[in-house]
């Protein structure tokens, strides 16, 4: 539980950016250009009043985190295959690079050529997620000393044991950190896939309408509610990652 | 066919255009305690990996150990390091055997803690009770008591001999031989 010192701190700081916020929007003087807190926090409650605030925001969760768990595993796997194979590393290695170095918009370009509209942030947060996950997991597995994997083996490990005694712990720190970083970029990206792609259920879709409209107070309403599921989203993994930490 | 020697004939290993051991042989008794010794660099460890099966030698035969289980203390402590005490003591047998060889080498209130918790000489002492614990067939053991004081190797060297497996030893003291009392010696030069 976290101390009252430290929520303190937290609303003390939240405050600061709240006034900060604030005395920028009255310098402005044009909600056009900078909505104040007060208008968007007010926007986002009359927003989450809505039953489609919640089914958009549900159905975005939904692609971009069905992404997210489709790219963690398709990571794993490829980081075992290209750790146990030099020639598999040989052969993807390129597409990785590719992968890395592109920028996320040709990609989503090139899905909205090739997919269906609901499809191209699934596919945009596995492309984003992949290549991180891989590149850790890939390193942490190379990484493991070979010496404890040589004590297990002297000792009667199975190969089962030694990857689930030695190679598990060995590479999970690497591995979480990189789940946790590539979910920040699995969501930024998913929420400009759907914004390009627009499929007509989505996060992305209001935020166009409300930019499309000139609506700068639901942009910023919207902007909100996409940070606070990403926050939210980032303290579920951290959570769940202490557990699996806990218990290995 | 029963063997009481491990038979080394002819071996030679080169690491890097280096001969670690070139064209040693011998024959080690399978009883008792035998100490390899020899200046450093002179191929004692590399011996063990070829007897281990660790290595595989460039030429010559090795005889005697095929089949056999080696309980093992490596030079260094090979320690799981997010595991416990007792998790690292039983990585090859079960916990019962574990806590006792833990116990008997005065370990008994650091059961649950971390390598890191310890210190240099009690995670020695956990790489001794692992292989002590291990069912093995011969006991391999490349400087043993390094980090140990005076009291903790004589109890280390009684639990060793108590375990009435044949034991390998590799170090450079004297005394530390003698803690296992009589002895064969083979020398590398």
Redesign the interface.
Known sequence: MPSKRKLFQTALIALIYLLVWEAVSLLVGKELLLPSPISTLSRLAVLLTKGETWLFSGLTLLRIMTGYAIGVVSGVLLAVLTARSQFAEALLSPLRAIVKTSPVTSFILLALLWLSSDMVPLVISILMVVPMVWTATAEAILQTDIRLIEMGKMFGLTKWQIVKKIFVPSVLPQFLAACTTSLGFAWKSGVAAEIIALPKQSIGYMLYQSKLRIETTDLFAWTLMIVALSMLLEWLLVRGMRRIRHDT | MIHNVISLKNITKTFGGHAVLNNFSAEIPLCGVTVIRGASGAGKTTLFRLL?G?EKPDSGEIHGIEGK????V?Q?D?L?P??TALENAA??SDESRAKEALVRLGLGDNLCQLPRELSGGMNRRVAIA?ALA?DGDILFLDEPFTGLDEENKKIAADAMREANIPILVITHDDAEADLFGAYCEIRID
């Open positions: 281990m660790l289980k080696s309980a093992v490596f260094e090979r799981l997010w595991s990585l090859g692992r291990f």
